[in-house]
């Protein structure tokens, strides 16, 4: 099965997988096969109905997040995908089997007096506030993916048109705005580099290398941790905090989805929701009886 797994990973890196994603898939058919070695189950066997089904039970006992459970079991599902396409399986034992439905939640988004004290911490870290300043205003002014942050090259900002050429998922290029502020924070930055070439990662850690996603993440924690917010934030928040703010401000969900690099519209229409103080602020205005 090692075998398998090694090859199906080679498949989804040259399809561009991010490192992330092909990490993720890992993990996710690493469980499967210890849960096999633990029952003493041969690779020639894993893939009956039965055993899935046993699997996908043990799935949901360890892991209380349904959306988790649906993430691995998607794995598995290209897994045997892919073990059908190269021969190695004769039939797809997944078409036997209902997945349970995904769960619906809402992303969780800072407001904007969160996120401009998010950005105000960064702006003032302790050995690295111009760079911090920079991360945090272009995350949040592009909506970008943490792993689209850390791939960007100096020459991958327009700073004359005020665009960011960004690669997402599958390696998909987009164009995407970027704020005043976040380009004059970029610059500030860029000129306490030493002599920055365009080739250059635009982010670079104490090092000197190019910033990675686990540093990304070490540097959001900490910023998240000194703003003390009231609530668990994480990268993805700021994507989540531009998407939710653009769209209260009359933003349309084409030119949002164009933004956020989404496949399809319905995954951009989770954003629709509003705060409860936009609701009951519609509401106040709109019915008679609300102004008696």
């Known amino acids: 099965m090692q075998?398998?797994?090694?090859?199906?990973?080679?498949?989804?890196?040259?399809?561009?997988?991010?490192?992330?994603?092909?990490?993720?898939?890992?993990?996710?058919?690493?469980?499967f096969a210890r849960f096999c070695t633990a029952r003493h189950i041969?690779?020639?066997?894993?893939?009956?109905?039965?055993?899935?089904?046993?699997?996908?039970?043990?799935?949901?006992?360890?892991?209380?997040k349904r959306n988790t459970v649906l993430r691995k079991i998607a794995t598995l599902r290209s897994f045997v995908s892919y073990l059908v396409r190269q021969g190695y399986l004769d039939k797809n034992p997944f078409k036997?089997?209902?997945?349970?439905?995904?769960e619906k939640l809402l992303?969780?988004?800072?407001?904007?007096?969160?996120?401009d004290r998010l950005i105000g911490t960064a702006s003032h870290?302790?050995?690295?506030?111009s760079r911090d300043k920079a991360l945090f205003e272009l995350m949040y002014s592009s909506g970008l993916r943490r792993s689209e942050v850390t791939g960007l090259k100096i020459r991958d900002v327009d700073f004359f048109n005020g665009i960011v050429k960004v690669f997402?998922?599958?390696?998909?290029?987009?164009?995407?705005?970027?704020?005043?502020?976040?380009?004059?924070?970029?610059?500030?930055?860029?000129?306490?580099?030493?002599n920055p070439q365009p080739n250059e990662a635009l982010f670079l850690n104490k090092n000197g290398q190019p910033l990675s996603g686990d540093g990304l993440?070490?540097?959001?924690?900490?910023?998240?941790?000194a703003s003390h917010l009231a609530r668990r934030?994480?990268?993805?928040?700021?994507?989540?905090?531009?998407?939710?703010?653009?769209?209260?401000?009359?933003?349309?969900?084409?030119?949002?989805?164009?933004?956020?690099?989404?496949?399809?519209?319905?995954?951009?229409?989770?954003?629709?929701?509003?705060?409860?103080?936009?609701?009951?602020?519609?509401?106040?205005?709109?019915?008679?009886?609300?102004?008696e």
């Not at 036997?96 to 995904?102: D, R, T």
Request: glycine letters at 2%; aromatic letters at 8%; a positive charge.
């Open 233 to 291: 934030v994480t990268p993805h928040s700021l994507r989540h905090s531009f998407a939710t703010h653009l769209l209260g401000n009359g933003c349309d969900l084409r030119s949002l989805q164009e933004m956020l690099g989404h496949k399809s519209l319905s995954t951009t229409q989770v954003y629709t929701h509003v705060s409860l103080e936009q609701l009951k602020s519609v509401y106040d205005q709109a019915h008679p009886k609300s102004k």
């Open 125 to 129: 870290s302790k050995h690295f506030a």
């Open 168 to 194: 997402g998922k599958g390696r998909k290029e987009r164009l995407v705005p970027v704020t005043q502020a976040a380009l004059q924070a970029l610059k500030d930055y860029l000129a306490c580099r030493p």
């Open 42 to 64: 041969a690779k020639e066997n894993a893939f009956t109905p039965a055993h899935l089904r046993t699997f996908l039970a043990n799935l949901q006992l360890n892991h209380p």
């Open 96 to 102: 036997l089997l209902p997945s349970p439905k995904k």
């Open 3 to 31: 075998t398998w797994k090694a090859a199906f990973l080679t498949e989804l890196e040259n399809k561009n997988f991010s490192p992330l994603t092909v990490r993720a898939y890992d993990a996710a058919l690493m469980e």
């Open 217 to 225: 993440a070490y540097i959001f924690k900490n910023t998240a941790i």
């Open 107 to 115: 992303p969780k988004f800072l407001s904007v007096p969160e996120t």
